[in-house]
Protein backbone atom coordinates (compact mmCIF):
# COMPACT_ATOMS: atom_id res chain seq x y z
CA UNK A 1 0.00 0.00 0.00
CA UNK A 2 2.91 2.43 1.07
CA UNK A 3 4.56 1.36 -2.24
CA UNK A 4 1.51 2.28 -3.78
CA UNK A 5 0.89 5.66 -2.15
CA UNK A 6 4.53 6.66 -3.28
CA UNK A 7 3.59 6.35 -7.06
CA UNK A 8 0.35 8.27 -6.60
CA UNK A 9 2.38 11.71 -4.77
CA UNK A 10 5.58 11.05 -7.00
CA UNK A 11 5.03 14.39 -9.30
CA UNK A 12 1.45 15.62 -7.86
CA UNK A 13 2.89 18.83 -7.35
CA UNK A 14 4.72 19.24 -10.59
CA UNK A 15 5.32 22.78 -11.57
CA UNK A 16 4.00 24.03 -8.80
CA UNK A 17 6.22 27.21 -6.51
CA UNK A 18 5.88 27.32 -3.15
CA UNK A 19 7.62 29.67 -0.87
CA UNK A 20 7.23 28.14 2.83
CA UNK A 21 7.65 29.49 6.11
CA UNK A 22 8.52 27.76 9.41
CA UNK A 23 9.62 27.72 12.34
CA UNK A 24 13.06 26.11 12.41
CA UNK A 25 12.11 22.63 14.52
CA UNK A 26 14.16 19.54 15.25
CA UNK A 27 14.68 19.08 11.52
CA UNK A 28 10.33 19.11 10.45
CA UNK A 29 10.48 21.85 8.16
CA UNK A 30 13.49 19.77 6.20
CA UNK A 31 11.33 16.71 6.41
CA UNK A 32 8.16 19.06 5.43
CA UNK A 33 10.29 20.30 2.34
CA UNK A 34 11.46 17.37 1.07
CA UNK A 35 7.86 15.55 0.76
CA UNK A 36 7.38 18.78 -1.14
CA UNK A 37 10.37 18.64 -3.38
CA UNK A 38 9.30 14.95 -4.05
CA UNK A 39 5.93 15.39 -5.15
CA UNK A 40 7.68 18.17 -8.17
CA UNK A 41 7.38 20.99 -6.51
CA UNK A 42 9.61 23.95 -6.48
CA UNK A 43 10.03 25.70 -2.87
CA UNK A 44 11.27 28.43 -1.63
CA UNK A 45 11.95 28.68 2.14
CA UNK A 46 12.36 31.24 4.92
CA UNK A 47 13.03 30.50 8.97
CA UNK A 48 9.81 31.88 11.10
CA UNK A 49 11.75 33.60 13.69
CA UNK A 50 15.04 34.03 11.88
CA UNK A 51 16.91 34.84 15.39
CA UNK A 52 17.06 31.24 16.49
CA UNK A 53 19.37 31.89 19.34
CA UNK A 54 17.89 31.16 22.95
CA UNK A 55 17.79 34.70 23.45
CA UNK A 56 16.41 35.91 20.67
CA UNK A 57 13.96 33.09 21.05
CA UNK A 58 12.87 34.20 24.55
CA UNK A 59 12.79 37.87 23.56
CA UNK A 60 10.43 36.61 20.24
CA UNK A 61 8.24 34.83 22.45
CA UNK A 62 7.36 37.54 25.28
CA UNK A 63 7.96 40.89 23.36
CA UNK A 64 7.45 39.81 19.58
CA UNK A 65 7.74 43.92 18.76
CA UNK A 66 10.70 44.23 19.79
CA UNK A 67 11.95 42.38 16.90
CA UNK A 68 9.76 42.41 14.34
CA UNK A 69 11.50 45.86 12.61
CA UNK A 70 14.41 43.22 12.04
CA UNK A 71 12.38 40.60 10.93
CA UNK A 72 10.81 43.00 8.24
CA UNK A 73 14.33 43.92 7.07
CA UNK A 74 15.53 40.46 6.89
CA UNK A 75 12.74 39.14 5.27
CA UNK A 76 12.49 41.97 2.49
CA UNK A 77 15.94 41.05 1.78
CA UNK A 78 15.76 37.83 1.30
CA UNK A 79 12.37 38.25 -0.74
CA UNK A 80 14.69 40.54 -3.21
CA UNK A 81 17.03 38.09 -3.55
CA UNK A 82 14.53 35.57 -4.62
CA UNK A 83 13.82 38.15 -7.95
CA UNK A 84 10.43 38.61 -9.12
CA UNK A 85 9.28 35.23 -8.69
CA UNK A 86 5.40 33.90 -8.92
CA UNK A 87 4.00 31.62 -6.60
CA UNK A 88 1.21 29.24 -6.09
CA UNK A 89 1.34 28.46 -2.80
CA UNK A 90 2.28 31.03 0.34
CA UNK A 91 2.78 28.21 2.84
CA UNK A 92 3.37 29.06 6.54
CA UNK A 93 3.96 27.41 9.70
CA UNK A 94 3.50 29.14 12.83
CA UNK A 95 4.72 32.72 11.13
CA UNK A 96 5.75 34.29 14.85
CA UNK A 97 7.52 36.86 13.04
CA UNK A 98 5.83 37.82 9.88
CA UNK A 99 3.88 41.24 9.98
CA UNK A 100 0.81 42.35 8.68
CA UNK A 101 2.99 44.57 6.17
CA UNK A 102 5.14 42.23 5.18
CA UNK A 103 2.14 39.70 4.14
CA UNK A 104 0.37 42.72 3.23
CA UNK A 105 2.89 43.69 0.58
CA UNK A 106 3.32 39.95 -0.30
CA UNK A 107 -0.20 39.96 -1.37
CA UNK A 108 0.24 42.93 -3.46
CA UNK A 109 3.37 41.23 -5.18
CA UNK A 110 2.05 37.55 -5.52
CA UNK A 111 -1.62 37.90 -6.63
CA UNK A 112 -2.41 34.79 -8.06
CA UNK A 113 -0.89 32.73 -4.56
CA UNK A 114 -3.01 31.17 -2.44
CA UNK A 115 -2.12 31.90 0.72
CA UNK A 116 -2.08 28.87 3.70
CA UNK A 117 -1.42 29.37 7.52
CA UNK A 118 -0.58 26.68 9.83
CA UNK A 119 0.13 26.71 13.59
CA UNK A 120 1.34 23.84 15.75
CA UNK A 121 1.37 25.76 19.01
CA UNK A 122 -1.67 27.03 20.90
CA UNK A 123 -3.02 30.05 19.99
CA UNK A 124 -2.65 30.82 23.90
CA UNK A 125 1.06 30.56 23.56
CA UNK A 126 1.05 33.03 20.44
CA UNK A 127 -1.97 34.94 20.67
CA UNK A 128 -0.01 37.82 18.28
CA UNK A 129 -1.08 35.02 15.52
CA UNK A 130 -4.81 36.34 15.69
CA UNK A 131 -3.61 39.43 13.66
CA UNK A 132 -2.25 37.63 10.67
CA UNK A 133 -5.17 35.16 9.94
CA UNK A 134 -6.79 37.75 7.71
CA UNK A 135 -4.36 37.86 5.03
CA UNK A 136 -4.38 33.70 4.59
CA UNK A 137 -7.08 31.88 2.62
CA UNK A 138 -7.06 29.06 4.96
CA UNK A 139 -6.29 29.30 8.09
CA UNK A 140 -5.71 25.27 9.55
CA UNK A 141 -4.72 24.33 12.92
CA UNK A 142 -3.75 21.29 15.45
CA UNK A 143 -5.57 22.64 18.49
CA UNK A 144 -9.40 21.33 18.63
CA UNK A 145 -10.00 24.81 21.36
CA UNK A 146 -8.66 27.27 18.61
CA UNK A 147 -10.86 25.61 15.62
CA UNK A 148 -13.68 26.25 17.13
CA UNK A 149 -12.78 29.80 18.69
CA UNK A 150 -11.10 31.23 15.25
CA UNK A 151 -13.28 28.96 12.81
CA UNK A 152 -10.21 27.07 11.73
CA UNK A 153 -9.64 23.64 10.16
CA UNK A 154 -8.59 20.92 12.52
CA UNK A 155 -5.58 19.41 11.09
CA UNK A 156 -3.50 16.99 13.54
CA UNK A 157 0.35 16.68 13.35
CA UNK A 158 1.86 13.93 11.82
CA UNK A 159 5.25 11.19 11.94
CA UNK A 160 8.37 11.81 9.96
CA UNK A 161 10.34 9.35 8.25
CA UNK A 162 12.56 7.09 10.62
CA UNK A 163 9.87 6.54 13.31
CA UNK A 164 8.79 3.55 12.27
CA UNK A 165 8.03 0.06 13.67
CA UNK A 166 11.39 -2.00 14.87
CA UNK A 167 12.29 -4.83 15.77
CA UNK A 168 14.27 -6.40 18.93
CA UNK A 169 13.46 -5.99 22.67
CA UNK A 170 13.40 -2.93 23.98
CA UNK A 171 16.09 -1.15 26.49
CA UNK A 172 14.24 1.20 28.01
CA UNK A 173 10.53 0.62 29.17
CA UNK A 174 9.62 3.93 29.52
CA UNK A 175 11.13 7.38 28.05
CA UNK A 176 10.35 10.90 27.62
CA UNK A 177 12.64 13.47 25.58
CA UNK A 178 11.59 17.23 25.45
CA UNK A 179 11.55 20.65 26.30
CA UNK A 180 11.36 21.25 29.83
CA UNK A 181 8.59 23.79 29.84
CA UNK A 182 5.49 24.12 32.27
CA UNK A 183 5.39 21.43 34.72
CA UNK A 184 6.76 18.75 32.77
CA UNK A 185 9.83 18.71 35.07
CA UNK A 186 7.45 17.75 38.23
CA UNK A 187 5.42 15.35 36.33
CA UNK A 188 8.46 13.64 35.15
CA UNK A 189 9.99 13.63 38.86
CA UNK A 190 7.20 12.44 40.12
CA UNK A 191 6.53 9.43 37.61
CA UNK A 192 10.11 8.85 38.01
CA UNK A 193 9.52 8.71 42.14
CA UNK A 194 7.02 6.21 41.30
CA UNK A 195 8.60 3.39 39.33
CA UNK A 196 9.83 0.56 41.26
CA UNK A 197 14.15 0.46 40.96
CA UNK A 198 14.38 -2.09 38.52
CA UNK A 199 11.78 -0.68 35.62
CA UNK A 200 14.62 0.57 32.78
CA UNK A 201 13.62 4.15 32.20
CA UNK A 202 15.25 7.32 29.89
CA UNK A 203 14.64 10.83 30.53
CA UNK A 204 15.96 13.86 28.58
CA UNK A 205 14.77 17.20 29.72
CA UNK A 206 16.34 19.76 27.53
CA UNK A 207 16.57 23.93 28.22
CA UNK A 208 17.95 26.06 25.66
CA UNK A 209 20.88 27.42 27.66
CA UNK A 210 21.95 27.63 31.78
CA UNK A 211 20.58 30.83 32.10
CA UNK A 212 17.34 29.31 31.23
CA UNK A 213 17.48 27.21 34.03
CA UNK A 214 18.21 30.10 36.92
CA UNK A 215 15.14 32.27 34.76
CA UNK A 216 12.80 28.86 35.50
CA UNK A 217 14.02 28.41 38.91
CA UNK A 218 13.32 31.65 40.00
CA UNK A 219 9.93 32.22 38.39
CA UNK A 220 8.24 28.44 37.93
CA UNK A 221 7.11 26.77 40.97
CA UNK A 222 7.67 23.32 39.19
CA UNK A 223 11.18 24.33 39.49
CA UNK A 224 11.54 24.62 43.57
CA UNK A 225 13.20 21.51 43.94
CA UNK A 226 15.04 21.43 40.84
CA UNK A 227 18.99 20.89 40.20
CA UNK A 228 20.93 22.43 37.39
CA UNK A 229 22.01 18.35 36.48
CA UNK A 230 18.63 17.29 36.09
CA UNK A 231 18.36 18.82 32.66
CA UNK A 232 20.59 19.08 29.23
CA UNK A 233 21.53 21.84 27.44
CA UNK A 234 22.37 20.40 23.80
CA UNK A 235 19.45 18.84 22.23
CA UNK A 236 19.79 15.27 21.14
CA UNK A 237 20.06 14.67 17.44
CA UNK A 238 17.35 13.89 15.87
CA UNK A 239 18.37 10.28 14.29
CA UNK A 240 19.06 9.77 18.72
CA UNK A 241 15.96 10.54 19.65
CA UNK A 242 14.72 7.92 16.82
CA UNK A 243 16.81 5.51 17.97
CA UNK A 244 15.66 5.61 21.53
CA UNK A 245 12.29 5.47 20.46
CA UNK A 246 12.59 2.35 18.59
CA UNK A 247 14.51 0.73 21.74
CA UNK A 248 11.61 1.85 23.90
CA UNK A 249 7.95 0.07 25.40
CA UNK A 250 6.36 3.02 25.87
CA UNK A 251 6.61 6.93 25.52
CA UNK A 252 5.67 9.57 27.85
CA UNK A 253 4.61 12.81 26.97
CA UNK A 254 2.92 15.86 28.21
CA UNK A 255 1.27 18.74 26.18
CA UNK A 256 1.62 22.52 27.10
CA UNK A 257 -1.23 23.82 29.91
CA UNK A 258 -2.57 25.97 27.43
CA UNK A 259 -3.18 23.72 24.27
CA UNK A 260 -5.44 21.09 23.49
CA UNK A 261 -4.16 19.58 20.83
CA UNK A 262 -1.94 16.49 20.58
CA UNK A 263 1.76 17.25 20.46
CA UNK A 264 4.00 15.45 17.56
CA UNK A 265 5.70 13.02 20.17
CA UNK A 266 1.63 11.40 20.11
CA UNK A 267 2.36 10.96 16.33
CA UNK A 268 5.74 10.34 16.25
CA UNK A 269 4.39 6.84 19.03
CA UNK A 270 1.86 6.26 15.94
CA UNK A 271 4.62 5.94 13.49
CA UNK A 272 7.28 3.34 15.57
CA UNK A 273 4.44 1.86 16.77
CA UNK A 274 4.97 2.45 20.58
CA UNK A 275 2.85 2.62 23.65
CA UNK A 276 1.93 6.26 24.55
CA UNK A 277 1.35 7.79 27.98
CA UNK A 278 -0.15 10.85 28.13
CA UNK A 279 -1.64 14.00 30.15
CA UNK A 280 -4.12 15.02 27.19
CA UNK A 281 -7.42 13.92 27.78
CA UNK A 282 -8.51 15.15 24.26
CA UNK A 283 -6.68 12.01 22.86
CA UNK A 284 -9.66 9.92 23.17
CA UNK A 285 -11.79 11.75 20.55
CA UNK A 286 -8.89 10.64 17.71
CA UNK A 287 -10.03 7.51 15.38
CA UNK A 288 -6.37 5.86 16.67
CA UNK A 289 -6.97 5.70 20.56
CA UNK A 290 -7.03 2.44 21.73
CA UNK A 291 -6.98 1.70 26.06
CA UNK A 292 -4.66 -0.89 25.27
CA UNK A 293 -2.06 1.09 23.30
CA UNK A 294 -2.52 4.62 24.96
CA UNK A 295 -2.78 5.28 29.07
CA UNK A 296 -4.06 9.14 30.35
CA UNK A 297 -2.65 10.13 33.20
CA UNK A 298 -3.37 12.88 35.92
CA UNK A 299 -0.97 15.87 35.91
CA UNK A 300 -1.38 16.64 39.12
CA UNK A 301 -0.97 12.92 40.22
CA UNK A 302 0.78 10.86 37.28
CA UNK A 303 0.75 7.05 37.65
CA UNK A 304 1.53 4.32 35.74
CA UNK A 305 -0.25 0.84 36.19
CA UNK A 306 2.03 -2.21 35.66
CA UNK A 307 -0.41 -4.34 33.69
CA UNK A 308 -0.05 -1.24 31.22
CA UNK A 309 3.53 -2.02 30.09
CA UNK A 310 2.87 -6.00 30.35
CA UNK A 311 0.79 -6.18 27.68
CA UNK A 312 1.12 -5.97 23.96
CA UNK A 313 1.01 -2.73 21.61
CA UNK A 314 -1.93 -3.10 19.19
CA UNK A 315 -1.03 -2.75 15.55
CA UNK A 316 -3.19 0.23 13.86
CA UNK A 317 -5.00 -0.34 10.47
CA UNK A 318 -2.51 0.86 7.26
CA UNK A 319 -4.93 3.35 6.38
CA UNK A 320 -4.49 5.14 10.10
CA UNK A 321 -1.06 4.67 9.90
CA UNK A 322 -0.92 7.02 6.67
CA UNK A 323 -2.73 9.08 7.80
CA UNK A 324 -0.99 10.37 10.77
CA UNK A 325 2.45 10.27 8.80
CA UNK A 326 4.09 12.91 7.21
CA UNK A 327 3.08 12.62 3.59
CA UNK A 328 -0.66 11.83 4.74
CA UNK A 329 -0.70 15.54 6.45
CA UNK A 330 0.70 17.29 3.25
CA UNK A 331 -2.32 15.50 1.60
CA UNK A 332 -4.62 16.91 3.88
CA UNK A 333 -2.87 20.38 5.00
CA UNK A 334 -2.72 21.29 1.20
CA UNK A 335 -6.46 19.66 0.13
CA UNK A 336 -7.93 22.94 -0.57
CA UNK A 337 -4.45 24.79 -1.94
CA UNK A 338 -3.25 23.14 -4.49
Known amino acids: ?121 SMRNKPKAQEILPFFDECVTFDPDAAQRYGMRLLPLF ?69 YDDFRYEPLPFPTVQQTFARSRAIVDMEHPHQTGLTMRTFEAIGASKKLITTNSHIRDYDFYDPQNIHIIDRADPAIPEDFLKTPYRALPGVIQYKYSLPGWIDNVLENSL
Not at 190 to 202: E, H, M, Q, S, Y
Open 159 to 227: FAPGFEPSDGAPKYDLSFIGTAHSDRFHIISTINKGLAPDVPRFWYLFLQAPWVFYAQKAINPAFRNAK
Open 1 to 121: MQNFLARERAGSLAGKRILFFSVRYFGYEQQIMAELRARGAEVDYLPDRPFNTPLMTAITRYSRAAVMRFADRFYRRKLAEFGNRQYDLVFVVNGQTLSNGLLKEMRARMPSARFLFYIWD
